[in-house]
């Protein structure tokens, strides 16, 4: 039995998945819309159909917001947070480039006679330099799509300028060297001595996870691309909300009447962290 099927409308070759497959995958998507489409316009919905539809959305969908925001309040650090140590990094690269102010974002940009706002050619060569000497050091590293832990050193050589002031271009650096937006960026160290002779800038950058995660936009909690549902229409091919906190909308949505909701909400979310601790 051939492993593959010519397809019927494209003529490319497919991995053959049933007994009686003809088209490829993206035809069959494609006819599949198509079908769905045909059906939806032969049997068009009333008004009062359609507004029904769009209100039971609206209500699952606030029913999941409030169990995800039930979800973050029980998971929220405390002013204790800063005594936990910091995380043990299964990869860490480490780089350094010549020291310069030209780093610190007080002469990051010049104003131009035209009234517009550019990079400097100093603090743009630095970025550049910074951002191949990280690309060097990551050409046989995988970075998963998950939190990115910055360790900074600034050797400056004299006291006149802010070390902190060079977070934003080794920032916008790190950018330009990894696949991943600077909002999953944390700085792990950031410190700074006087350096006379030769100073320098080091700059380290890690994970302690290999898993590529998401943001779930209920909870806020970074969970694994496995706990979302597909969804094609968005760059990473996931959806934005997690499956827990869907599934504890649907249960929130059973409970009757209305006000015992909150009541309710609480024991779910209880229920479903001692599970998960266990």
């Not at 494209?10 to 494609?30: D, F, L, V």
């Not at 050589?157 to 944390?186: M, Q, T, Y």
Request: hydrophobic share 35%; proline share 3%.
């Amino acid at each position: 039995m051939s492993s593959e099927v010519t397809c019927a409308d494209c003529g490319t070759q497919a991995r053959k998945t049933g007994p009686t497959q003809k088209y490829c995958a993206a035809c069959s998507e494609r006819r599949d819309m198509m079908r769905k489409r045909l059906w939806a316009r032969n049997n068009p919905g009333s008004v009062e159909q359609v507004r029904q539809h769009v209100e039971k959305a609206r209500q699952r969908r606030e029913l999941n917001k409030e169990a995800g925001a039930a979800a973050n309040r029980a998971s929220r650090s405390s002013i204790a947070w800063y005594e936990c140590e910091g995380p043990d990094l299964l990869w860490n690269v480490r780089v350094a480039v010549p020291f310069s102010y030209s780093a610190s974002k007080n002469h990051i940009y010049a104003m131009r006679r035209t009234g517009h706002i550019a990079l400097r050619r100093e603090s743009r060569q630095m970025r550049q330099a910074l951002a191949a000497a990280l690309s060097r050091g990551l050409h046989c590293i995988r970075v998963a799509h998950n939190k990115l832990w910055l360790d900074i050193l600034v050797q400056k050589p004299n006291h006149k300028g802010d070390a902190v002031n060079v977070v934003d271009l080794v920032c916008d650096a790190v950018k330009d060297a990894v696949d991943i937006d600077d909002r999953w960026f944390c700085i792990r160290r950031l410190n700074w001595e006087i350096v006379k002779d030769n100073p320098r800038l080091f700059v380290g950058i890690g994970q302690d996870s290999r898993l590529d995660c998401q943001i779930c936009s209920y909870c806020g909690q970074i969970k694994p691309f496995a706990e979302f549902h597909r969804n094609k229409h968005n760059p990473l091919g996931i959806g934005r909300e997690c499956r827990q906190c869907r599934h504890r909308g649907r249960r929130l949505a059973k409970e009757r009447p209305a006000g015992r909701r909150l009541g309710v909400l609480a024991d779910i979310v209880q229920a479903d962290t001692t599970s998960e601790s266990n």
